[in-house]
């Protein structure tokens, strides 16, 4: 393959759960792709349909919303307002012919530095696979 | 208020395919409430929209604008100046306010972006239902504040029909049979002896059927 | 009731129609009656031969109009079909498919070939049937159409106020449905209908006969039976499925279990027999129900067994008028 396709991806992360995560994983010393940039949010309720679309229309290959487990959201309920956005956007790609794979969403506790690890290696991958967004800003 | 649906994007995509710039002009009043075509929506569609031109190489100016509402004269004359930038507007304004602006713009290209459905409450975050019909003679007095117009699938003035079963409809089995709700209020009013009143035969020529109608207020109106 | 001959009902006055229905009841006897459905095609052979099976054990016979909203031939040409052979029509005619001025015009039609008895209901909607994606009309309800049809015989005159010539001559019926929700205002209902001028009833097909009797006690409370002839509807059982499906799946409808599990204990092939025994039976019983003024047979499909539950019954032979 003569261009290594190197993925832009998006990652929202909560402050409360993924990104302490994601601090986790550094301080560990755990390696996980560089190509996932890391946005933090006080919480995945925060995000909305559009901050996703954009990231989308400005070129991003995937993004990726990274929350607290389920029932365990800091602020209780921001993590299923999430899961439900994501879920709507994933169905607008699909309706206008782009991978709805590219949006992807994950739940995981402050303490599980692996699992951050693990996710993100595993959205890189993901979209390594698809191949670049179609979508030039 | 008046309650609309986003139309599926492929259908408003097969619509503004042939437009090179595109507004997409929004309206802050009952498509806002409803979430179908307020400024959000507009935002969320013209990404949508620019996401998809970009990934097909189609070169499209997508622009957003939202005004106050698209059913009054002053508002819509707030894009004058602007309008003849584009080759068409797709308005998430309901059919209202669709017609209205391409009245006012009627050399612009007009392309519905929500599909208007009925006239309707907000239950809860998300859930919208139809309550009225705007028949023009409103009987609600009679019927304990229910409409059996809009809330009756069959409209019978004098129901329920043989078809209701533990208080839903026969055509929907969670839908409330508007009968049954009129018997409770009744019956929660203390006036159930009302419901052997029979109704009497609609005057329907206020509604659909009596044609295109017109509400004029002769003391409010500016000119002589 | 005690009977009365043709020639005392004639003579008191009380027969406000033509109708051979009205003057069996009037005469004081149980009245019979059944139902055809028409084909969904042109060939009234295909009403005309269920008629053939049925008119010696009935009064009269109702035809169907486009029931549970599938598109057939209508109510008005098979009622037509059904007197030109000499049987005595009920027209069904529903405020589904039809504005005011079609009813009226369809009313005229009718009392145009002396169809002398009709039945005005609602009709189930469309969504039920071919065409879901039609309109419907409902410019009148049921109780309405009961009104226009009795201020059409009665005061000779059309919605809009102009007379009419030759006023309709129709026995106006109405339906009933002792089973559906509310229960509380079933008989209200009944009472509704009968002030707007229904003349007599035909109910919904009866299972459970304890909670039909129970509607008919309120009914007579309220003086109701004897202002309005009530037939009480009855179906036969093919099958424990059929019953089954029928408690599940139609609404208004009370099947008791009782009748299911009688039905499912016998073997599939004497299931139809055990179906016509239970409807008999339920005949026989409500016969000495006050009130009762005769029996709707609905055996759809199933015409050729009318006669044998009109004859177990012991309502056979039919009285000659």
Not at chain 2, 10 to 16: F, H, K, L, P, S
Not at chain 2, 73 to 82: A, F, G, Q, T, W
């Amino acid at each position: 393959m003569a261009d290594k396709f190197e993925p832009q991806i998006i990652g929202f992360c909560c402050k409360y759960c993924a990104y302490a995560a994601a601090d986790l994983a550094g301080s560990m010393r755990l390696s996980y792709p560089s190509c996932i940039k890391i946005v933090q949010v006080p919480c995945t309720g925060r995000i909305d349909v559009i901050h996703i679309l954009k990231a989308i229309e400005e070129g991003a290959d995937g993004v990726m919303v990274a929350g607290c487990l389920e029932g365990e959201c800091h602020f209780l309920t921001g993590n299923l307002k999430a899961k439900k956005r994501v879920k709507y956007v994933r169905k607008i790609l699909e309706d206008i012919g782009i991978e709805p794979e590219r949006v992807v969403m994950f739940n995981l506790s402050s303490a599980m530095g692996p699992r951050f690890a693990e996710i993100a290696t595993e959205m890189a991958d993901t979209i390594k696979k698809i191949g670049p967004s179609r979508v030039r800003s | 208020m008046i309650i609309a649906e986003k139309k599926p994007i492929g259908e408003i995509i097969q619509e503004v395919k042939g437009y090179k710039r595109l507004l997409i002009l929004g309206c802050n009043e009952c498509v806002t409430v409803c979430e179908a075509g307020g400024r959000k929506e507009v935002g969320t569609l013209a990404s949508a929209l620019r996401i998809y031109f970009m990934k097909e190489g189609v070169e499209k100016q997508i622009d957003e604008r939202t005004l106050e509402r698209q059913c009054d004269h002053e508002y819509l004359e707030e894009i004058r100046d602007i309008a003849d930038q584009y080759d068409a507007i797709l308005s998430l304004a309901c059919g209202v306010g669709v017609q209205f602006t391409a009245e006012k713009y009627h050399t612009t290209p007009l392309i519905p972006g929500v599909n208007t459905c009925f006239l309707g409450a907000n239950e809860q975050r998300g859930v919208w239902t139809e309550r009225c019909q705007a028949c023009g003679s409103c009987i609600l007095a009679r019927t304990g504040g229910i409409c059996p117009i809009s809330r009756c699938a069959k409209r019978v003035m004098n129901g329920p029909c043989g078809g209701s079963s533990k208080g839903k409809c026969e055509i929907n089995k969670e839908l409330d049979c508007a009968w049954q709700l009129i018997i409770d209020r009744l019956r929660d009013l203390g006036r159930l002896d009302d419901y052997e009143i029979v109704a009497p035969i609609k005057e329907w020529s206020t509604e659909r059927s009596g044609g295109p109608r017109k509400v004029v207020r002769a003391d409010v109106q500016v000119s002589a | 009731m005690s009977l009365r001959t043709l020639d005392q009902v004639k003579a008191s006055g009380e027969l406000r129609t033509s109708s051979r229905l009205e003057k069996i009841f009037r005469m004081g006897h149980l009245a019979v009656t059944s139902e055809c459905g028409p084909p969904r095609g042109s060939d009234p052979k295909a009403v005309t031969e269920k008629a053939l099976l049925i008119k010696d054990h009935v009064d009269a016979i109702n035809i169907t109009d486009n029931q549970t909203s599938v598109t057939r031939m209508c109510s008005l040409a098979s009622c037509i079909h059904l007197k030109q052979m000499g049987c005595e029509p009920v027209l069904q005619m529903v405020t589904r498919d039809r504005n005011r001025i079609a009813l009226q015009s369809d009313i005229l039609g009718a009392a145009s070939f002396d169809i002398n008895n009709m039945l005005c209901l609602t009709g189930d909607h469309q969504s039920f049937g071919d065409c879901k994606q039609g309109q419907n009309v409902h410019d009148l309800d049921s109780m309405q159409l009961i009104q226009t049809l009795r201020h059409m015989r009665d005061e000779g005159k059309f919605l809009g106020g102009d007379d009419i010539k030759r006023p309709p001559d129709l026995f106006v019926g109405a339906a009933a449905n002792p089973f559906a929700d509310p229960f509380e205002i079933r008989v209200p209902r009944l009472a509704k209908k009968v002030a707007c001028g229904a003349e007599f009833i035909q109910t919904q097909c009866i299972y459970n006969l304890d909670k039909f009797e129970e509607w008919m006690r309120r009914v007579r409370e309220r003086g109701l039976h004897e202002k309005v002839f009530i037939m009480a509807g009855m179906t036969p059982m093919k099958s424990a499925g059929m019953a089954k499906y029928m408690k599940n799946r139609v609404p208004g409808m009370d099947v008791p279990d009782e009748v299911i599990a009688r039905l499912s204990g016998v073997a599939k092939d004497k299931q139809p027999q055990e179906g016509i025994d239970i409807c008999v039976e339920a005949i026989q019983r409500l016969k000495e129900v006050e009130g009762v003024s005769g029996f709707h047979i609905m055996a759809i499909e199933w015409e050729e067994k009318v006669p044998e539950i009109v004859e177990r019954a012991g309502l056979y032979p039919r009285p000659q008028v």
